[in-house]
């Protein structure tokens, strides 16, 4: 037997064997980058660094508000009656020269009220038939909600600037006049404080939240 044979055997076992842990260095790494990025993406996304009274403020250096707008309805009103609420709102809001962003976000419905009215109704009623009927909506009218099904709009006006000192007074003014332009039209609005900002960001950022009515406001936000 040539004994040049096993001498290449062996370098040709040896290189390939380099090539392969090469080969699997390469693609670890670029797994590793690969979940950073999504990581630092995700990260990026809900990029809250603090909650403080009416105001949110981001990892980037901006400070935002919240306008939380009551909705209407439109199929109550008249064709002229919608003319003239899109003239108004056009002509409010026409004086804005800076960006904001307007959020429709949907949410569970809260039953929550209807449910306690028809408790009392139940604790003073002596209607057996009554009392039957009213427990079976109510268990109607839980499951629904538990599961999803039935969900309401939420819309909302997002605010923002430069964060620099004293940014709060400026931002602060800009969100009340804010407001008044809607209320002008005859759409009542209310600015978000730190317990609906923090429920916003969960019903926005995290879909696994439950909007609860009463939750506390120092839960955290989660981080992805």
Not at 68 to 83: M, T, V
């Amino acid at each position: 037997m040539n004994p040049i044979i096993p001498i290449i055997v062996i370098a040709i076992c040896l290189i390939g064997g380099g090539i392969f842990l090469f080969m699997m260095k390469v693609s670890s790494g670029r797994r590793e980058q690969t979940v950073s990025v999504e990581q630092q993406t995700a990260n990026d996304f809900v990029n809250v660094k603090d909650i403080k009274d009416k105001y949110l403020y981001t990892r980037d250096g901006y400070i935002v508000m919240y306008i939380k707008i009551d909705p209407i309805s439109i199929e109550l009103l008249s064709e002229q009656e919608k003319k003239q609420l899109c003239k108004s709102l056009t002509a409010e809001l026409s004086s804005e020269q800076k960006p904001f962003k307007f959020l429709a976000v949907s949410r569970p419905v809260d039953i929550s009220p209807l449910i306690n009215e028809y408790t009392k109704i139940i604790g003073t009623t002596s209607d057996r038939k009554q009392k039957d009927l009213l427990r079976n909506e109510m268990l109607v009218m839980s499951n629904y909600a538990l599961s999803g099904e039935v969900v309401e709009r939420q819309f909302y006006i997002m605010l923002w600037e430069q964060y620099e000192n004293s940014v709060e007074r400026d931002i602060s003014k800009r969100c009340y006049e804010f407001v008044s332009k809607f209320e002008s039209s005859n759409i009542r609005c209310e600015i978000l404080k730190q317990n609906d900002i923090v429920k916003l960001c969960n019903l926005i950022n995290n879909p696994a939240y439950s909007n609860i009515e009463d939750s506390e406001f120092e839960a955290t936000i989660p981080l992805i």
